[in-house]
C-alpha cells in the first residue's frame, strides 16, 4: 500500500469515526506509539490507524473498508504478545479488541461460555469462578492477555501437560474472514461436520481472520491441589525425576523447573528458602480427587528422593503452597535484580533431551559474554531461556538476538519446536526452516491463501520474509514530548 | 487398467504387492470395484504411488482395516486403492517423554500392546481397535467412550506426515506435546477421511496406564432418570473417563437386561476410584437406580468392546445407523424422541451416547424395506438440526444414501472447505465425492 495523503487519511478516519464514534478511532502519531510494539519490545511498527470496534458488525465493516482500500490490517488483544505478532509490520489498521470484553453466555450445565475476544483470561476464571468452574489454559499472562490473543497463538501455560491448551478448550468461533465476511465455525456441539476449521483457526496468529466470539470449555474445579517442592544438586536428576513420576503412573498439573541462576536471583530478591547452591528446583503440582491425594503426594516424593533430591518439601497447607510457588513466580521478577534487562526465550525440546540441551544453552550464552537463567515447563518440555543482558551497550542487543537464534536450532536438532507458547509472530519467522521443509511451508502456504488470498490479514508473520518497515534495535528512542522538552527521561 | 501402467506400480512396489481383477474383491468400496490395489511397504512407496496416480488422473482410496469403508458419501469413482497395513512399524517410543510415533497402517491394538510393556497407553479407545489402523482412526477422527476425559485424535496427535495428491510429504505438528509453530495443520488432516492426503506417519502423546480402571453399570426404569444421573455425574466432582447413557433397545443388544442405564468408567489409584463408586452410589440411588455391577479386567473390556460394536452395522438386521451432535443435558429427551419417532415408522432404535460430550449413537432396525428407514433418519436428522446440532449418517445400504445425504448441507464454511481442497488436490484425485459438501 503507498503511503497515505493527509487528506485520504483525514478522510478513512471521518468514515471510521462515523462508523466507531468520535473516540473510537487513533491516528496521531504520539496516539499511535503506544500500539508499537507488544511485549517484545524489540521490534516496533506504527499503524496508520489503530481503531475499536464493538462489536462483530464493526470489525467486518472495518475489514471491509481495509479490503477497499487494499490497506492491511492486524487485530490486537492485549499487546503481551512476545514475537511481535500484532504489529502493523506495513502499517495501515490495528483492529484493536479491547472493548469487546464481554462474557455473552455461560451454560454450566453443558459446561460451555460464549465470550468476546477482548475478555482478559482470567476474568472468564473468576467470572465462573463462583459456580465452581474455570478456564483451564492459564498463560502466566492470564492476568492481562485477552482469550482472542490466545486464539491466535493457541497460548498455553503452566498446566497444559495434563490440560492441553487451548485448542483443547474451544468449540467454536464466529470469525471476521479477510475478506470481511462473518461466518461461524463449529459452534456448541462437537464434531462439526467438514474439515476442523476451528482447529486450524486457533494457533494461525491472526492470519486467517478476527474472531468475534468464542465458545469455549469450562471445567469443574478440581476438589483438591497438593504441592511438592523437590531441590537436586544436578540438573541430570532433576530431569530424570520427571520421568520418574511419570514412570509411577502420575501426570501431574504442573511440574515447573527453576535453575541456579534463577534460584540465586530469587534468592537474592525475595528470600523464598530455595538453597542458593542447588542446580534445580522441581516444583511439581497434583490437582484432582482428595482421596488418593497423599498417596499421590507420597509416589511424587518417593520418585524425587529416588532421584537423588538433595530436599524435598510437601505444602501442607495453602499458605505453605503459596510459599512454594513463590519462588517460581518471582523468577521473573527477581531477574531485574540482577540485570537490566533480559530476554524470554521461547522453545520446546523432548522432556528427556534437557541435561543435553541446557548444557548447550550454557555454552551459547557463555560464548556470546551473555548469561542466562533458565525456566521450564518440566511437564511439557517448554523451555524458557532467560537471556540477560544491558541494552545500553551497544551491541548486546544484537548477541541476544543471535544466542536466540542458536539456542533454537538446538531444540529443533533434539527433535523440538522453535516455539511452545509465544508464536513466530515477527520475530521466529526466519527460523521456520529449522523444522519445516520447504514442502511442509509451501503447503502452509496454500491453506493461508484460501482464507487470506489478498494477503492483507497481519501480514509479515510466520513465514519468512523481510522485514523491510520495522524497526529493530536500541530499545531506547526520545519520546515525541520528550523532544519538544516537555518531559525528561531519570 | 492399461498393462502399462500396472506394470510402473509393480515396479514401484513390487509385482506380489500389485492386486487386480477377482483379487481386488476384499477392497470393493460401496460397491466399486477398484482398478487395482497396491500395498506399498514404505512411505516412499505410497509417494510414488500417489505421484503416478496424480499423473494418469486416477482417483486414490486410502485404505487402513478396512473397518470404516462404508462411513461417508459414495464415492464418484474409484481408481485405486492404497493399502497401508505394510506400513507397520513402531518407529520411536520415548516412555520418559509420553511420545510415540508410528507407521499409519499399525492396528491400534498392536500399538497398545507394544506401549503397555511400559505401562503405558494411547488413550483413544475406538470400536473394533482390532482392526482398526492408526491412519484411518485418525482420518476418520474415531473415537469412543473414553474421549470424555482424554479427548479425540484432535487432542491426541501432536505430528502427522501426510502424502499429499503432488506426491510430496508434509510434516505437521512435530514430536513435542506443546507446539505453535506455524499452523497447526494435523488439524486440518484429522477427520478429513482422505481427501487431503494420505497418512503416512503419527505422533501422539500419551499417558500412563491407570493403576485401577472400573466398569460401574448403574441401571435404571427408563431413561430419563439415566439422563438425570448423567446430569448429576457431570455435576459433582467425579472424574469418570466416561459417562455412556444406554437405552433400552440397546442393553438388551447387549445381553445387559432392559429398562435403561448409564455406564461409567472411572480410573485412578485405587483410594480414588473407592471413594468414586461410593460417590456414584450416593448420586444415583437417589434418582431410581434399579442396581449397579461393577466390572474389572477382561469383562469390563468385553463390554466397552459390544458398546462400541453396536454403532456399526452387520450385525441384528441394522437398516441404518446415525450419529446426531447435539448438548450433553438435551441427550436423553431427544434419545427418548428418535425413538418414538422410528416407531411411529414401524421401526426399533437402539441408542448409546456419549453424555459428556453430546454424541449420540442411533441405530435403526426391524425393516430392509429403504421407505421407512429414509423417513426416520429424515426425522432424526430435523430433531438434532432443530435442537442446534447435526447428525450423520455412519452407515446406510446404497439404496437408502441414494435417499438420504450423509452429510447435513454446508452451509458458508463450505467454500472455505472447498478452497482448500481445491488448492491441496487440485486435480480431485484423493477419495473424491466422499466427504462433506461433495469434496
Known sequence: MPPLTDARKKSLRREMESLLGAGGVLSDPEELLVYESDGLTLFRALADFVVFPRSAEHVSALVKLANREGMPFVARGAGTGLSGGCLPTEGGLVISLMRMNRVLEVDYDNQLAVVEPGLVNLHLSWAVGPQGFYYAPDPSSQQACTIGGNIANNSGGPHTLKYGVTTNHVLGLEVVLPDGELMWLGGKTRDAQGYDLVGLFVGSEGTFGIATKIVVRILRKPQAVKTVLAVFDQIDQASEAVSAIIGRGLVPAAMEMIDQLTIEAVEDAFGCGYPRDAAAALLIELDGLAAGMEAQAERVVAACRDCGAREVRAARDEAERALLWKGRKSAFGAYGRVSPAYMVMDGVIPRTKLPYVLGRVNAIVAAHGLRVGNVFHAGDGNLHPNILYDPRKPGEEARVVAAGAEILKVCAEVGGSISGEHGIGLEKADYMPFIFSEADLACMHRVKDAFNPAGLCNPGKIFPSNKACVEVGPAYRPHPIEEKGLAQRF | ?439
Not at chain 2, 154 to 181: E, M, Y
Open chain 2, 1 to 439: 487398467m492399461p498393462t502399462a501402467l500396472l506394470d510402473q506400480l509393480r515396479r514401484i512396489v513390487g509385482a506380489p504387492h500389485v492386486l487386480t481383477g477377482v483379487e481386488c474383491s476384499p477392497y470393493v468400496v460401496e460397491g466399486r470395484a477398484p482398478t487395482a490395489v497396491v500395498l506399498p511397504g514404505t512411505r516412499e512407496e505410497v509417494a510414488a504411488a500417489v505421484t503416478l496416480a496424480g499423473e494418469q488422473g486416477l482417483p486414490v482410496t486410502p485404505w487402513g482395516g478396512g473397518t470404516k469403508m462404508w462411513m461417508g458419501s459414495p464415492p464418484s469413482r474409484v481408481g485405486l486403492v492404497l493399502g497401508l497395513k505394510r506400513l507397520d512399524r513402531i518407529l520411536e517410543h520415548e516412555p520418559g517423554d509420553l511420545t510415540v510415533t508410528v507407521e499409519a497402517g499399525l492396528t491400534l491394538d498392536r500399538l497398545q500392546a507394544e506401549l503397555g510393556k511400559r505401562g503405558q497407553w494411547l488413550s483413544l479407545d475406538p470400536a473394533v481397535s482390532d482392526r482398526a489402523t492408526v491412519g484411518g482412526i485418525v482420518a476418520s477422527d474415531a473415537s469412543g467412550p473414553r474421549r470424555h476425559l482424554y479427548g479425540t485424535a484432535r487432542d491426541l496427535v501432536i505430528g502427522l506426515t501426510v502424502i499429499g495428491a503432488d506426491g510430496r510429504a508434509v510434516r505437521g505438528g512435530g514430536k513435542v506435546v506443546k507446539n505453535v509453530a506455524g499452523y497447526d495443520l494435523p488439524k486440518l488432516y484429522i477427520g478429513s477421511f482422505g481427501t487431503l492426503g494420505v497418512l503416512v506417519e503419527a505422533t501422539f502423546k500419551l499417558r500412563p496406564r491407570a493403576d485401577v480402571d472400573r466398569l460401574v453399570i448403574a441401571r435404571f426404569d427408563r431413561l430419563k432418570d439415566a439422563g438425570q444421573g448423567a446430569r448429576a455425574v457431570l455435576g459433582s466432582d467425579l472424574v469418570p473417563s466416561a459417562v455412556e447413557l444406554v437405552d433400552d433397545l440397546a442393553l438388551q443388544r447387549l445381553g445387559l437386561g432392559s429398562g435403561a442405564a448409564l455406564l461409567v468408567g472411572l480410573d485412578g489409584i485405587a483410594p480414588q476410584v473407592e471413594w468414586e463408586v461410593a460417590e456414584l452410589d450416593r448420586l444415583l440411588v437417589p434418582l431410581g437406580r434399579r442396581d449397579s455391577r461393577e466390572l474389572d479386567g477382561e469383562a469390563r473390556d468385553e463390554t466397552w468392546r459390544a458398546l462400541g460394536a453396536l454403532e456399526r452395522p452387520g450385525h441384528d438386521a441394522v437398516a441404518a445407523v446415525m450419529r446426531w451432535a447435539v448438548l450433553p443435558l438435551q441427550m436423553a429427551e431427544l434419545m427418548d424422541a428418535g425413538t418414538a419417532a422410528a416407531q411411529r415408522n414401524g421401526l426399533g432404535a437402539a441408542m448409546t451416547g456419549h453424555a459428556g460430550v453430546g454424541i449420540v449413537t442411533a441405530s435403526l432396525s426391524g425393516s430392509a424395506d429403504p421407505g421407512p428407514v429414509v423417513a426416520t433418519l429424515a426425522d432424526w436428522r430435523d430433531l438434532a438440526v432443530r435442537a442446534g446440532g447435526h447428525a450423520m449418517v455412519a452407515w446406510a445400504p446404497l439404496a437408502v444414501k441414494e435417499r438420504v445425504p450423509v452429510w447435513d448441507e454446508p452451509g458458508p464454511t463450505l467454500r472455505l472447505m472447498k478452497g482448500i481442497k481445491e488448492r491441496l488436490d487440485p486435480s480431485g484425485i484423493l477419495n473424491p465425492g466422499r466427504f462433506v459438501g461433495g469434496i
